[in-house]
């Protein structure tokens, strides 16, 4: 399968151990900050802080954990200033990646992402190399238990989504920038709750790798996803069914 669905897939599966861990707890405080400062503390007012609070949510975090870290960032509490940086570079096989991080220490982070970047055959690169490559959309996953795909698909193209793309065990519905709101709310309005929704960065065009490849560059994303200061990664490969397996 290709690129983001993959991923998406991957992520999904890995979700339910991270919120066990409580290993989400940083990258989603911090997100709660940013959106905060960004777009003020009320969630009705603010759709990234009210994707924020569901993340916060999902991973069960307390919820004066979370009113702190919103207080923080409408400055109501003392806190972090946190910077959001997106790096730009090659995994294996030449795969076009997207890096989005939030750190309070700009030289830092960047040393320890081109050092993970390194280690798996990859570079970064300069602003721009590969940003063309994607396109901004919303993505609203929902387990394939939930809903059948015809009617899932009447939902999502009545309340205005692009296209429903079936995945291994859920579908992803794609959606503009400008209507990710009004199609989640037709959606959930049905009574099928996603099991994520965000705006996302999804490849036009995707680069087909070996399975020695493919163990390389899910190394290096599953490397970045763990790194505090990462908060997203997006990347344009295509692993083919029968390489997956065996990888």
């Known amino acids: 399968m290709s690129g983001h669905s993959k991923w998406s897939t991957i992520k999904h599966k890995k ?19 940013v959106a905060a400062r960004m777009g003020g503390g009320d969630a009705d007012m ?32 003392p806190g972090v200033n946190y910077e959001e940086i997106t790096y730009e570079g090659y995994g294996p096989g030449g795969v076009a ?4 991080v939030l750190t309070d220490n ?78 989640k709310q037709g959606i959930t309005t049905k009574g099928i709750e996603p099991s994520s929704s965000e705006i996302s960065l999804l490849p036009q065009t995707t680069v087909r790798l070996e399975a020695s490849q493919a163990r390389q560059l899910l190394k290096l994303m599953d490397e970045l996803e763990e790194h505090d200061d990462v908060q997203n990664v997006y990347a344009n490969f295509d692993i083919p069914d029968e390489v997956m397996a065996e990888v």
């Open 97 to 100: 990646m997207i890096v989005t």
């Open 15 to 33: 979700a339910a151990q991270d919120a066990k861990r409580g290993a989400m707890f940083t990258k989603v405080i911090k997100e709660l900050t």
């Open 106 to 183: 700009r030289n830092r982070t960047v040393a320890e992402i081109r050092k993970i970047f390194a280690k798996s055959g990859g570079n970064l690169g300069e602003s721009g190399c590969v940003a063309w490559m994607f396109q901004k959309k919303g993505l609203i996953v929902v387990d394939k238990d939930k809903v059948d795909e015809d009617e899932l698909f009447g939902i999502a193209l009545e309340a205005g989504a692009e296209d429903v793309r079936p995945g291994d065990a859920m579908y992803e519905v794609i959606t503009s920038v400008e209507d990710f709101e009004p199609v």
């Open 46 to 77: 603010n759709p990234r802080l009210r994707t924020a609070i569901l993340k916060a949510k999902a991973v069960n975090m307390p919820q004066d954990t979370m009113q702190r870290a919103i207080m923080k960032g409408t400055g109501e509490l």
